[in-house]
Each structure stands twice: as structure tokens, then as C-alpha cells.
């Protein structure tokens, strides 16, 4: 049961000082507030996701069959079970709208352009329509999703699962996340998953941090079997149990040398990206 309201939290700044201030997602515990001014006018349904608008939106609209393919991805490429909830997607016209709404019901948040609120009684997403509505929602409907089929989901994890999926084709097109971290370990960086699990609040979270949470994702799904299977494992846990066994320790007894692993495959990471990015937009110019 979700005792008390958990935020996630979605914002990109324009400016890199800003971003660096701002543009971290996180959650937090906050005290249980009432709504207002909630989007209802129009509803779609569709499978177990709810989409209540102030405007009306075509049933087949692009976003909402967007919507339905990530909720069988996620599913799908984690092994989670139906989901016990529904994720209502509550999507206002514009972004006034929408931060009259924040302002009167959630005063003491700082603006985003997106929030995962999760309760006892309802897994809701808000954000407006905008430029960047489907990265927006694909990023909080999947904490969504993950918090509709899960008893609990460590800060860590589900940010960089809705990292991962908030990016089409699975997540694998971040070259630049790899391009930075590549970076920060040339200054002496290292990855360090004990200590991301040690982290409760988002607050504690740097951008290093979601990226750091984002690679880890990305590894286990993809540099091995046996990484793949640890962490399908670990998902299958938190369906029973708050506090399963440290991932980290999974980990490490399946490849004892798992930090020098991970700092391997960053390195090849960066490259294999970008050589992929490379090879799209040569073959997009030759069309």
C-alpha cells in the first residue's frame, strides 16, 4: 500500500547552469493535499491506463498508441505481472493550466513540466500539452506502470527504468549520457550501485546520479544473460517484499568482478552509440 503521496518529478532546463540546478527528477514523501481543478472533461480508457483531458484527443491519437506499446514493453522486457492499478493520465491543455493546478494543490513544488504522484488510492500522472509531452509521459508512465504491478521500487531503480524507457527503443539511444560519463571517469568518477541504493530521497540524487542509474538499467538488460536475469530476479522480489536483498550483492556473486565489468562496458558504451548514431544519420542524408 502507498501510505502517503510519492512525487517524481520531470524537468529540462534550457540553460546548462539551470539544468544543473533544475533538471534532476526525483521523489519525495509529502503530506496527503487535496485536488483541484483536475482535468475531466474528456476520458479515454484503454487496457488499464485512463486519460482524463480538459481537451478532446482523437481514441487512436499516436500518443495514447504510444502509451499502450511502452505499457507492454516495460511489462514485457522486465517480466512484471498485470498490473494491479490503473495509471490515470491526467493532461492539461496547456501549461498555464497546469501550473494554476500545481500552485493551488501542490504549492510548495517546484515547477516541473511533468509529476508522478502515487497515493493509496490513485497512480496519477500530470503534465500539459507541450513540445515534449511524449518524453514527458513516457518518462512518468512508466514509474506508473512500474508502481502499478510492484509492492516497491528503490529511488534508484525506478528513476533509471523510466530513464531507460523514456527513450524509444528501449533506452538504448542515450549517447549523450554515455558521452558524459565517459567524461566523469576521465576525472576520476567510478560507478557505485551500493551507494545508489542507499539513497531514499531525491534530493540526495546529482545528475551524475540518474545517468550513473541509467547505465546500471542499461547493463544488466543488455551486457549479459546472466545480468539480465539477476535483475528480472530482483523485480520478481519486489512484487512480495519491500526490501529484498541488495541488488549490488546479487550482482557481485554472479560476477565477482562486477565494478571492473561495468567500467568495461562504459567504455565500449560510448563508443558503440555513437558509431550507431553515426550510421542512422549517414543512412538518414543518403535518403
Request: glycine share 4%.
Amino acid at each position: 500500500m502507498r501510505a502517503v503521496p510519492r512525487f517524481c518529478v520531470r524537468y529540462r532546463g534550457q540553460l546548462a547552469i539551470i539544468a544543473l540546478l533544475t533538471c534532476w527528477i526525483g521523489c519525495r514523501q509529502t503530506p496527503q493535499t487535496r485536488f483541484v481543478q483536475r482535468p475531466a472533461r474528456h476520458s479515454i480508457r484503454s487496457h488499464q491506463l485512463l486519460l482524463l483531458s480538459d481537451f478532446q484527443i482523437p481514441k487512436r491519437h499516436p500518443l495514447l498508441v504510444d502509451l499502450e506499446r511502452l505499457q507492454a514493453e516495460i511489462r514485457t522486457t522486465l517480466g512484471l505481472p498485470e498490473q494491479r492499478d490503473d495509471v490515470v493520465v491526467y493532461l492539461f491543455e496547456n501549461q498555464a493550466s497546469y501550473r494554476r493546478f500545481l500552485d493551488a494543490t501542490y504549492p510548495k513544488l517546484p515547477g516541473r513540466r511533468a509529476y508522478f504522484v502515487g497515493t493509496s488510492y490513485e497512480l496519477a500522472v500530470y503534465t500539459f500539452w507541450g513540445e515534449r509531452v511524449q518524453e514527458d509521459l513516457r518518462h512518468e508512465y512508466t514509474h506508473g506502470v512500474l508502481h502499478a504491478c510492484l509492492n516497491h521500487v528503490p529511488l534508484w531503480l525506478d528513476e533509471g527504468l523510466a530513464e531507460y524507457f523514456e527513450v524509444p527503443r528501449s533506452g538504448q539511444q542515450r549517447p549523450d549520457y554515455a558521452t558524459q560519463l565517459a567524461q566523469s571517469l576521465e576525472d576520476g568518477w567510478r560507478p557505485d550501485l551500493k551507494r545508489l541504493e542507499l539513497l531514499s530521497d531525491f534530493s540526495q540524487m546529482r545528475r551524475i546520479d540518474y545517468q550513473e542509474a541509467w547505465t546500471w538499467v542499461h547493463f544488466m538488460l543488455h551486457a549479459s544473460p546472466d545480468t539480465r536475469e539477476v535483475l528480472i530476479g530482483y523485480l520478481h522480489d519486489l512484487r512480495q517484499s519491500a526490501l529484498p536483498e541488495s541488488l549490488y550483492d546479487r550482482l557481485k556473486r554472479v560476477h565477482p568482478e562486477i565494478e571492473q565489468r561495468m567500467l568495461a562496458y562504459l567504455t565500449t558504451l560510448n563508443t558503440t552509440l555513437h558509431v550507431s548514431q553515426a550510421g542512422r544519420n549517414q543512412a538518414d542524408t543518403d535518403h
